[in-house]
């Protein structure tokens, strides 16, 4: 076998090690047979070519390169490519993602309807379709977790509750990651984004942490975003935990981030065209729901705001 193989392969970028990109290739990419040993996913230890660099081309976890000058032996390449992403969420900084997946425990941290909802606005703000996991159910009633089922319906959110310590809605879970190309565990440090990892993949051994006594909040032991195969052609991606996501978004696109909100908007029409829905006569915005407060809040925060459109 010629260990010093310089043919071109396609790759995703599966974690950034300091400056190098760990990049995975598909076994059934490589048509070469001599290549037998290698089992199905093979990880290369990249660096990139300056001409990137020159290019301005960042390269992030999820995204999909082409690697040359590629050393079996030592599983080493060179980042050539970059194919143009589908998609970017900047925190967690992930490329391609197709869901992200917002886990919120209902205890331990306790849940926190401000820092839910910036959480989902980040995935929105990015034309990226949210699924909420509620995190940590045994440690809740059945009443209690039908009020905060109900409260993410009344946003317009659908969630699968679930627990590693009874494996409640796991099977779910696994069935909706399987049919997803890439989705990304994102939500507050400490809510069990890793333990469920570890519990959905058993190849996955990732090191966990309990949640701090005093503060009530995770400890930040994740540092870094890794992907990870579950079943074939899916991948489920591991990321740090974070406690305030920022708003950033012009003020007239604010409201159609919130599902309650377009609704409404695609029912009746506000008497204005440019209306922002506060006090202005004939807006069809009803005041009364859940997350108007929010919404008012953030609004006049990104207004007066003296970096453009950033509220928290
Ligand atoms: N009771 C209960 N505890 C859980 C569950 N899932 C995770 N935990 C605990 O929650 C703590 C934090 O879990 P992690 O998986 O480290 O949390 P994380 O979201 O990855 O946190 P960061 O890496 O800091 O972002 C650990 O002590 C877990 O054992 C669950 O379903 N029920
Ligand atoms: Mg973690
Ligand atoms: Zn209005």
């Known amino acids: 076998m010629n260990n010093n193989k310089s043919n071109k392969l396609k790759g995703i970028v599966v974690a950034l090690k300091a400056n190098f990109l760990i990049v995975e290739i598909d076994y059934q990419d490589l048509k070469d047979e001599s290549l037998e040993q290698f089992s199905e996913k093979i990880r290369f230890l990249c660096t ?24 079996f032996k030592n599983k080493k390449a060179v980042i050539s490519q970059v194919e143009p992403r589908k998609t970017f969420l900047k925190r967690p900084a992930v490329a391609n993602v197709t869901l992200v997946s ?11 309807m401000e820092q839910t909802s910036r959480f989902l606005l980040t995935a929105e703000c990015a034309n990226i379709k ?27 959110y659908d969630c699968i509750p679930v627990s590693i310590h009874n494996s409640q809605g ?19 440090s400490g809510v069990g984004k890793t333990s469920l990892i ?16 005093k503060l009530k909040r995770g400890t930040h032991t994740t540092r870094h975003v890794e992907l990870f195969a579950i079943g074939k052609g899916s991948l489920l991606a591991d990321t740090p935990g974070f406690n305030r996501p ?17 609704t409404q908007l695609s029912k009746s029409k506000c008497k204005f065209r440019n209306c922002l829905h506060r006090d202005e006569p004939g807006c069809v915005i009803n005041k009364d729901l859940e997350r108007y407060p929010f919404y008012r809040e953030n609004l006049e925060e990104m207004i007066n705001s003296p970096l453009p459109y950033q509220a928290g």
């Open 48 to 71: 990139r070519r300056s001409k990137l660099d020159y290019q301005g081309l960042f390269i992030d976890v999820g995204d999909i390169v082409c690697i040359e000058s590629i050393d």
């Open 102 to 112: 917002i886990c919120i425990s209902v205890d331990e941290p306790l849940f926190d």
């Open 198 to 213: 570890n519990h959905l993949i058993p190849t996955v051994s990732l090191p966990t942490s309990s949640v701090s006594k």
């Open 246 to 262: 920022e708003i950033i978004c012009e003020p007239s696109r604010f409201a159609s981030l919130f599902p309650e909100f377009r």
């Open 170 to 188: 796991i099977d779910s879970l696994i069935e909706r990651f399987r049919k997803t190309k890439l989705t990304v565990l994102a939500g507050p």
């Open 130 to 156: 949210p699924l909420i996991i509620l995190t940590k159910i045994d440690l809740i009633t059945k009443n209690d977790l039908v009020l905060y089922i109900n409260k993410l319906k009344s946003w317009g």
